[in-house]
């Protein structure tokens, strides 16, 4: 299930961010450092080496109790009998996602309005991500940032943990938590770090205060 | 189901061949050409663009009594209620496809080999495609043409209903049905035809011939 409580940090994977690094070594890295959730997000290449990034990451994440939340490729997320899924604006929409894969499996949607998030839990969502909060490199086909407000309108609004996302570093991880969300979704402040076990536990720590 | 018999013209799906036509406009006119399937391909557009193609394409797919097969994505063929689903050797592995479509549903492989293609029956396949024979401008990332040696392999091989595909014309159609296959699939001949219901109509009548 999805993480409950406070102070969450969903790690995402992205292949770019690792560079020459092992992807499944960093990983392992951020689940030693407590993160409480990881999402397979690998645009761009074939189902096929996706399932095969996914089969090197289940072990790991069911070794930590940890759930591995599928992007995008619902398929996929069949395939590999993942935990989850997670959805954008642009993806198969979240009321046809939730029939494919019945009532149990997480369900993530992408939103930056109230309007959406509602939509979202209309539709069966179990958690929804609020950005992009501040910017960030790892997506440069998202648009302008949005800030904190809409994540504040949005936690009040909805009856789902909300998710900051975007641009979070350890320094401003605070203020997402402040503004309302369970926790911050990172990808390039855990997969990028030099140290992404203890970039992980760093943001665990920050998220973890009020 | 899968058209049975001999003389399928099965056809592909491509925004590019489309060019500023309608892509709807140009399969309702393969349809009442004589097409036997359409397969929903569209590469590189988000899933949300292809449901919207594919909801297009279904009442007219429907109405003709054909199936409507998507390439690639099975979340967006179960999404759509589509008919089958067409997966290649990088794409999710057929028998995992087979699972999470259940029995019904068509389920096609892209081959090139015998032993592609036993896997690809072991694994539930409902037919296969063999290519790519001739050589074709709409899969660039291919590799080189294997002609039709390969087809006549498989086709004695496999107790399946083996298609051709690539670079078939009007003028090689009928060499591609002589070396055993039930038919043609094809993307530029019709989808980029100046008059897709006669060039289908066309090639319908030489795959038709023994
Ligand atoms: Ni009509």
């Given at each position: 299930p999805f993480p409950s409580g406070?102070?969450?940090?969903y790690v995402i994977t992205d292949r770019r961010a690792a560079g020459e690094r092992s992807l499944i070594d960093i990983v392992h890295a951020a689940l030693r450092g407590g993160a409480n959730a990881i999402q397979l997000r690998d645009k761009d290449v074939p189902a096929r080496a996706m399932i095969a990034l996914g089969e090197a990451l289940l072990p790991l994440t069911r070794a930590a109790g940890v759930p591995l939340i599928v992007n995008d490729r619902v398929d996929v997320a069949?395939?590999?009998d993942a935990d989850g899924?997670?959805?954008g604006q642009d993806d198969i929409p979240a009321d046809m996602v939730r029939r494919i894969i019945g009532p149990a499996r997480?369900?993530?949607v992408s939103v930056a309005t109230v309007e959406q998030a509602q939509q979202a839990a209309r539709d069966g969502a179990t958690y929804v991500s609020v950005g992009d909060l501040f910017g960030t490199p790892s997506k440069p086909d998202a648009g302008p940032p949005i800030g904190l407000t809409p994540l504040t309108e949005i936690a009040r609004a909805v009856d789902?943990?909300?998710l900051g996302i975007g641009g979070i570093t350890v320094a401003n991880a605070a203020s997402v938590v402040r503004a309302g969300a369970v926790g911050v979704a990172v990808i390039s402040a855990v997969i990028g770090a030099p140290?992404?076990?203890?970039?992980?536990?760093a943001l665990c720590d920050v998220a973890a205060q009020r």
């Open positions: 406070r102070g969450i940090v069949l395939a590999l899924v997670h959805v997480i369900l993530g789902l943990p909300v140290d992404p076990e203890a970039a992980t536990r």
